[in-house]
C-alpha cells in the first residue's frame, strides 16, 4: 500500500500560483501511475493530472497550460504547480497512486482506478 500526504494549499486571489506537494512512500514497483484529483463541494472528485513511471504526463483541458504535475524522485514527492488559479479551481486536492502499470494512454483515468490516496489539502482561490 501507497502512503500519500498532501501539503501546499492554502487561499490566494485569482491569477495566483500555488505549488501542492505530497511526500510518498510505499512505491515498490517500477511501474506506477501518479496523480492529482480535486473535489469542490457537492461535486464528484475529478482528475486534473496524472505523472507516470516513465515520465509521460496528462492533464485535463481546464488546467492544460496552467497546471504542471513533477516527481522528484530522489526525494519521493509529487508536485503540482499551479499558476494563473481561477475560482473555479477551488477544492480540496487530493494526490493518488496506482502501483503495477503507466498510466493509461492520453487520459485521466477515473477515481476508481486509484486504491490508495492521501488525506487531501484545501485550495480557495478568490475573486
Known amino acids: 500500500q501507497v502512503q500519500l500526504l498532501e501539503s501546499g494549499g492554502g487561499s490566494v486571489q485569482a491569477g495566483g500560483s500555488l505549488r501542492l506537494s505530497c511526500a510518498v512512500s510505499?512505491?515498490?514497483?517500477?511501474?506506477?501511475?501518479l496523480g492529482w484529483f480535486r473535489q469542490a463541494p457537492g461535486k464528484e472528485r475529478e482528475g486534473v493530472a496524472v505523472?507516470?513511471?516513465?515520465?509521460?504526463?496528462t492533464y485535463i483541458d481546464s488546467v492544460k497550460d496552467r497546471f504542471t504535475i513533477s516527481q522528484d524522485k530522489a526525494n519521493n514527492i509529487l508536485y503540482l504547480q499551479m499558476n494563473n488559479l481561477e475560482p473555479e479551481d477551488s477544492a480540496m486536492f487530493y494526490c493518488?497512486?496506482?502501483?503495477?502499470?503507466?498510466?493509461?494512454?492520453?487520459?485521466?483515468?477515473?477515481?476508481?482506478?486509484?486504491?490508495?490516496w492521501g488525506q487531501g489539502t484545501q485550495v480557495i482561490v478568490s475573486s
Open positions: 510505499g512505491l515498490t514497483s517500477s511501474a506506477y501511475c
Open positions: 505523472l507516470d513511471s516513465k515520465g509521460w504526463e
Open positions: 493518488t497512486a496506482h502501483l503495477g502499470e503507466t498510466c493509461p494512454w492520453n487520459r485521466v483515468p477515473s477515481k476508481s482506478y486509484f486504491p490508495d
